[in-house]
Nanobody
Framework: QVQVVESGGGLVQAGGSLTLSCTAS????????MGWFRQAPGKEREGVSC????????YYAESVKGRFTISRDNAKKTLYLQMNSLKPEDTAMFYC?????????????????????WGQGTQVTVSS
């Protein structure tokens, strides 16, 4: 049984930092691209950042480039998202996704239908 669990969300002031973590059990993570998506109230879910199987390929949404860093540790079956210089508009529920076997980082982030497994989400709230 595959389980995907996010952690690390919380309340932070604008300009602050948070690190999200996602652990996945029940599958070999080095076979799949993974990524972070977010959904704010009243908005569609968007791909924030995704990373290829070995970590060699990464994708960032324009809105987070230079502020967020994605990484993965396949041995620990964990995905990370380091978020710096947070803005109020980053406030959203953040979800971890595991892509299907043929999905690249870019494809996963641009089309969430290629996500095979999802976590339940972790809330990030940035106050002004």
């Amino acid at each position: 049984q595959v389980q995907v669990v996010e952690s690390g969300g919380g309340l932070v002031q604008a300009g602050g930092s948070l690190t999200l973590s996602c652990t996945a059990s029940g599958l070999g993570l080095d076979d799949y691209a993974m990524g972070w998506f977010r959904q704010a109230p009243g908005k569609e879910r968007e791909g924030v950042s995704c990373i290829g199987r070995s970590g060699g390929t990464v994708y960032y949404a324009e809105s987070v480039k230079g502020r967020f860093t994605i990484s993965r540790d396949n041995a620990k079956k964990t995905l990370y998202l380091q978020m710096n210089s947070l803005k109020p508009e980053d406030t959203a529920m953040f979800y971890c996704a595991v892509g299907d076997a043929i999905t690249t980082a870019t494809i996963l982030c641009r089309n969430s239908t290629y996500a095979r497994y999802w976590g339940q989400g972790t809330q990030v709230t940035v106050s002004s």
